[in-house]
């Protein structure tokens, strides 16, 4: 008697087709993976951008708001058109303030005068000052192409009058990469 196999072969060509990835699913797959890891880097790129944008305009109001406290300190310098026509940008920052009236060390604070100290105001929120150590602050160091003015809106200007405090910089823009102005204004009224 011999013995006779049940079981039936699957032919040879069904496992030689499941036998694994062919070369172009495997082409297809390092497409598909490309293309999502360009997509990925190319959200990074565009927040970090975006990030970089927010801390700028954050730089710049805060600047603008720390001339509108300073004139807020020196309402008698306000008065006498010290701020008046102020203009900040990287030439006039080549010339320091007459005085330092910060410097408490020499007894400048108490002896400056109102447009003395409204020079000095002038000079390090637009230019900064930089001890040893310290990074130089001011619109023309801390903004990409920093520029600022403090104009009065009256003519002729007169005590109490609104001034307009303006501060603009280039900024990068996250589609292109091109600098785009940018411009933040504040109105102060004394």
Known sequence: ???????????????????????????????????????????????????????????????????????????????ANAYNNIIVNVENCAAPAARLCGNTSAGDAVNCTAPEMAAFDRWVWGCGTAAAGVKKSGVTNLLPNGTASVTCNDDPCLPGSPHTVTVSWNELSPTDGAATPQTIRLVVIP
């Open 1 to 79: 008697m011999t013995s006779r196999n049940t079981t039936t072969r699957k032919p040879r060509s069904w496992r030689r087709h499941n036998g694994g990835f062919t070369l172009i699913e495997v082409l297809v797959t390092i497409v598909v993976v490309s293309v999502g890891l360009l997509g990925l880097a190319g959200l990074q790129i565009n927040g970090l951008r975006a990030n970089m944008s927010s801390e700028t305009r954050s730089k710049a109001t805060l600047l603008a708001n720390d001339i509108v406290e300073r004139m807020r300190a020196n309402l008698t310098g306000v008065d």
